[in-house]
């Protein structure tokens, strides 16, 4: 046994731990073993349990008995505020040790003269993401700058692993494989699902048993409520501003709480909120991913240096970031995964031997359950999260450019490389080969286009890029993050407040009101790129910016917990009367779903002339199945001859309205549903073409960025769309219709999760027939037309709902 495994560190070391009233957890020092033995490791530590300095304390370690020059470990985090919060917090072991190592950040944040210096002259630690390190990569210095690498840790592993982001890194990680072969992996996770699978995906060539798994010890049972508000529980919606005047005061009670929203329209509508209840003049700032990056950087000082007593926040500050002075998580709205509660919780008390403390604000009674699901899953130490896939062939076609712009590449090394990332080891020669051919000709149906032969062959067989005009352009639009087209908001032509979606800014006309960055503004006009506004006074309702991509579907686990929770009355007792009373009610009326089967009410609404028949079908799948569902159910409704006219899905439930009674419930939703129908739906609704979209600017095949111009998305829409259909028509197997056919399944579609309900439903389904609206149907009703309607329309909507509640016969329940 090493002195390391022996529960000692260097005396340094040891003083250090030491002066801080601190002994070293025994996960830790289970890393600074691994690191000893040179195995690759991952850790599973709860929140607040040292993780990252167990992934640096080797290094530092090594630094300090080895001095060594040139860069010697590389940090990966998916946030570029975590980058720079790990930066701040290694700075205070280096200072008060007095270690002689150098640590910086390089993110898309850090300046173009800084970057130039630290290709000539690296720090020994280096912080950044995994678009910045593909980037690095992508220089001619890039072999000497890596060849001195002995470690890469990668935080957030989780957060990571499932996404294309997750695939830009492995196949980093196989391209430092090549120029650092002795260099070692650390990962770094508080919620990790999948320990086998996480494993795979850090080990060189994807071999699990090459990574020693580290656990930490469990920390206390975090203190989770649900909010029981002064104000009515609403029967729909997500936002939860019912509840504000409760969420202020657990604001006052607490010194400093970070308030999570699921979306960043949601962000703005209760930081405004916040605000106008804000009699005591509480510091309450606001933080999302669309905000200008200097207000961005002023909200994480002011809560770093203990000054603000709120942050309503979305997923921009989920991860790792340490502020010791939060005490209390709020989270607005459904959380929609236990994973994901867990991390938003480990913001409060992030330290080891302190509970966090959250509280769970349901937008409505549908939430109510969901949040009781996710405390009694995080009670349970049951995890949640995306599944992990095979590699994206979009970000392959990416890396393979970048690999070209750093110097000659040898297409058979390259093949090696790239199966020796975890998420590519399956992958076969031929189809390597097919994304290597469109890189460098763009495919059979485009490579008589001089734009798109981006590699040739030299006469040692080795290929080039074809000019540094394709290098200038692979670094101006390097990375898989392709958000949809925005525009820059400036006050009157002069400060930038942050950026907009550009079909959001399509929709305003000037003098229109909409809130943003936590202000009133009045939209002035459109000049190239920017959105001019003003502040505004009081008027009409403001429009609220959405975004894409902007709500997450409820998780597979968290879906059964929900489903259980309606099958067992018993538990019922300690809901809040509101919510008890509602189930009781349709218990009365109807039956409850539950279980692993499906519950399909039907009933008409309207007179005989004007009469509808609705179909409520309690899925729990999750909006994107159920969006899915929606269209194959409407096109056999079709078929038949029912006559559909709509349909409406959120999270639980999924409303179809026809002009005739579905019967035959068995065959509509049949399984064979997934073959033909699919099949014609997919090549008939826009959806491929948005797919394709994403995957032909991530392969490269379509450039948003060029030298002083950036396309807007219209052009990007009309460029993708006419070359999807000249691939449709002239290559069908062309590599990247199969990669936008493989995004449209694993998101969109979410079509391992349909065809799993499909398959369990199989011979459960229960058809109740009814005269009316039951209480469960009512929530999943108020959503139709509820989007975007804004003043006197939404009077109509509300009167709507008093008819719809007293059809329902939920009038006099609170």
Known sequence: MSARQSLTLPPRFAEWFEKRGWQPHPHQLAMLAAAERRRHALLVAPTGGGKTLAGFLPSLIALAERPARGLHTLYVSPLKALAADIARNLETPIA???????????????????????????????????????LLLSFPEAPALFATLSTVVVDELHALAPTKRGDL??????????????????????????EEGHRRWLAPGGHAEA???????????????????????????????????????????HKTTLVFVNTRAQAELVFQGLWRLNDDKLAIALHHGSLEKAQRLRVEAAMTSGALRAVVCTSSLDLGIDWGDVDLVIQMGAPKGASRLIQRIGRANHR????SKALLVP?????????????????????????????????????????????????????????????????????????????????????????????????????????????????????????????????????????????????????????????????????????????????????IPAYEGGRMPLTTHLAARVRGGLAA??????????????????????????????????????????????????????????????????RRMERAGLHPLGFVATDYVIAIWSLEPARD?????????????????????????????????????????????????????????????????????????????ADAATGLVDLARLASFLARIKGRIQHVALDRITPLALPVLLEIGREGVLGEGLDEILRREEDLVAEAGLDRLP
């Open 665 to 741: 419930m068995d065959a509509l939703f049949d399984e064979d549903m997934l073959g033909d129908d699919l099949e014609a739906w997919m090549a008939e609704s826009t959806m491929l073409k948005r797919c394709f979209r994403n995957v032909a600017v991530i392969a490269g095949l379509i450039e948003r960025r060029h030298p002083g111009q950036m396309k807007t998305g219209r052009q990007i829409t009309f460029n993708t769309d006419l070359i999807y259909d000249v691939l449709r028509r002239h290559e069908p197997g062309h590599i990247l219709l199969h990669a936008t056919r």
């Open 96 to 134: 008060e040790m007095g270690l002689r190592i150098r640590c910086e950040t390089r993110t898309g944040d850090t300046s173009q003269a800084r970057r130039a210096r630290q290709r000539q002259s690296p720090p020994h630690i280096l912080l950044t993401t995994p678009e910045s390190l593909s």
């Open 352 to 355: 080891y031997d302190t509970p």
């Open 363 to 543: 937008g409505n009674r549908f939430e109510f359950l969901e949040c009781q699901a996710a405390v009694e899953a995080v009670h349970a130490g049951e995890l949640d999260g995306d599944p992990l896939r095979p590699g994206g062939l979009d970000v392959l076609a990416q890396h393979i450019v970048g690999t070209a712009c750093s110097g000659p590449v040898d297409r058979d090394a390259l093949y090696q490389q790239v199966v020796g990332a975890g998420p590519y080891a399956g992958l076969a020669r031929k189809t390597f080969d097919q994304v290597f051919d469109f890189v460098a000709t763009g495919g059979y149906a485009l490579a008589a286009y001089e734009r798109y032969r981006r590699l040739a062959q030299g006469e040692e067989g080795r290929w080039r890029i074809v000019s540094e005009r394709f290098a200038r352009q692979y670094r101006m639009n390097a990375g898989v993050i392709v958000d949809a087209p925005t525009l820059n908001v400036r006050m009157g032509g002069g400060r930038r407040l942050g950026q907009v979606e550009e079909y959001f800014a399509m929709g305003l006309v000037p003098g229109d009101t909409f809130l943003f960055a936590g202000r009133l503004l009045r939209f002035e006009g459109i000049r190239e790129l920017d959105l001019i506004v003003a502040r505004a006074k009081g008027g009409m309702p403001p429009k």
């Open 569 to 634: 009355p018993q538990r019922w007792q300690t809901y809040p009367p509101p919510v008890r009373e509602w189930l009781a009610a349709q218990r009365a009326r109807s039956v409850l779903p539950g279980g692993d089967g499906l519950l399909v009410e039907t009933f008409p609404r309207g007179e005989k002339k004007q009469r509808r028949h609705f179909l409520v079908a309690y899925c729990f799948e999750g909006r994107n199945a159920h969006q899915t569902l929606g269209m194959l159910l409407t």
């Open 169 to 194: 890194l492995a196949l980093a990680l196989g391209r430092l494989s090549a120029l650092a072969p002795l260099h070692r992996r650390a990962g770094l996770s508080a919620t990790v699902p999948d």
């Open 211 to 253: 990574v020693t798994l580290v656990r930490g010890a469990p920390g206390p049972e975090p203190e989770i409520s649900i909010l029981e508000p002064e104000a009515r529980i609403p029967w729909s919606g997500h936002m939860a501003l019912h509840a504000l005047p409760d969420v202020y005061d657990a604001v006052r009670r």
